[in-house]
Structure formats: structure tokens, C-alpha cells
């Protein structure tokens, strides 16, 4: 358990630099993005999923498919957070909305409407970004220049398959009260609102 513990400790401060390193950064690709969050939320996940399966004394194989299962739940998580991001309210979301963009991070819902959008719509969005202050209008607008290009959807249905790979990752395991409750959390995690 500790050894799981160093390396994702290791891996979540290696996650923290690779976001820096792409702050603001309007060309990173939908792999770097997942790369980041896969180091950063998603290897959190996976190793306290694979600790409680040690803990629990599961198999080798079994152990796996936890640590699986807890790296597509992660993802899955930081996708639809990231969406949140740009639909909820801060009553919902229990913290404020758009904080990422202030922030500089650029998320998948970013991603997808920089590659989908028209080019009009690519450089109002690049330039809004840029600015060092959003005002609560410049977000609106770029709220709906994301949402013109059915980006939050898309990133949607992208969570919704790492969520059908957490649950397959879950076949190894017999029918049982804790498995289906495994599955109820996998689904949770795209239905959510905060």
C-alpha cells in the first residue's frame, strides 16, 4: 500500500507541472488534457480503489481490475467537473463556476469547441481566453461559444464511455450487494449536478 501510495503522490505532483506547462495553452489536444488529468484526479481514484483491494486481500487480477476501475471513474469525474464548470451554478456546484478558465486551465469542453467551432468562433474564443480579467459577460459569451459547438455533450458522452469501461472492469467481481453498488457510483458520476 505504500508503494501504490508513493507512486501516485509522485504521479499527482508530476500532474501539477504538466497543468502549469499547459496554462493557457489553446493547441493542447484532447490526449494531453486526459494526460493531466489522469495524473492529477484520476490516479487518486485508481489508487484508493487498488489500496482497499489489498486491504482486502483480493487476487492480483481482481486488484487490477479495482485500480482500473478507480482510473475510469476519475476520468470520467474530471470530465463531467469540468463541464460543470461551464452549466452549473455556484448554489449547484458548491464552488464558483468558470474558475477554471480564470484560472487558465484549458478542459475538454475548451477543446472541443476550439476544434469544432468556425473559425470566427476559434478566434472570439482565443481571444476572450486570453484576457487577463473575464468579466461575468465575456464568460456568458464564451459559455455560449462552447455551447454552440455541442462541446458539452460530447465531452458528456466521452465520460459516459470511461464510465462503461469502469463497469466492465467490474465483470471479474460475482453479483453482490457491493458490486452493484460499484456500478450505482460509476453511474452517478456522469448524472451528477455538483
Known amino acids: 500500500m505504500l508503494e501504490v501510495l508513493s507512486n501516485t503522490t509522485t504521479t499527482m505532483a508530476e500532474g501539477e507541472v504538466l497543468e502549469l506547462v ?4 489553446l493547441e493542447i489536444t484532447q490526449e494531453e488534457y486526459l494526460q493531466v488529468i489522469i495524473s492529477k484526479t484520476a490516479i487518486l481514484f485508481s489508487a484508493a480503489c487498488h489500496m482497499g483491494a489489498i486491504f482486502g486481500r483480493a487476487d492480483n487480477p481482481r486488484q487490477q481490475a479495482l485500480k482500473s476501475y478507480g482510473l475510469n471513474l476519475g476520468i470520467a469525474f474530471q470530465i ?3 463541464n460543470l ?8 456546484f458548491g464552488k464558483p463556476v468558470g474558475n477554471d478558465l480564470k484560472e487558465g486551465k484549458i478542459t475538454l469542453p475548451l477543446i ?3 476544434k469544432d467551432g468556425t473559425t ?3 478566434t472570439e474564443l482565443a481571444s476572450l481566453i ?3 480579467d473575464l468579466t461575468e459577460a465575456e464568460f456568458t459569451r464564451i459559455r455560449n461559444l462552447v455551447n454552440k459547438t455541442d462541446a458539452l455533450p460530447k465531452a458528456h458522452q466521452i465520460a459516459c464511455s470511461y464510465i462503461e469501461k469502469a463497469k466492465s472492469d467490474l465483470d471479474i467481481f460475482p453479483d453482490s450487494p457491493e458490486k452493484t453498488l460499484f456500478q450505482d457510483m460509476a453511474s452517478y458520476v456522469v448524472d451528477r449536478k455538483k
Do not use: G
Request: aromatic share 4%.
Open 22 to 25: 499547459h496554462i493557457l495553452n
Open 130 to 132: 486570453k484576457k487577463p
Open 120 to 122: 470566427e468562433d476559434q
Open 80 to 82: 463531467i467537473d469540468d
Open 85 to 92: 464548470d461551464y452549466t452549473s451554478n455556484v448554489a449547484e
Open 112 to 114: 472541443i469547441a476550439m
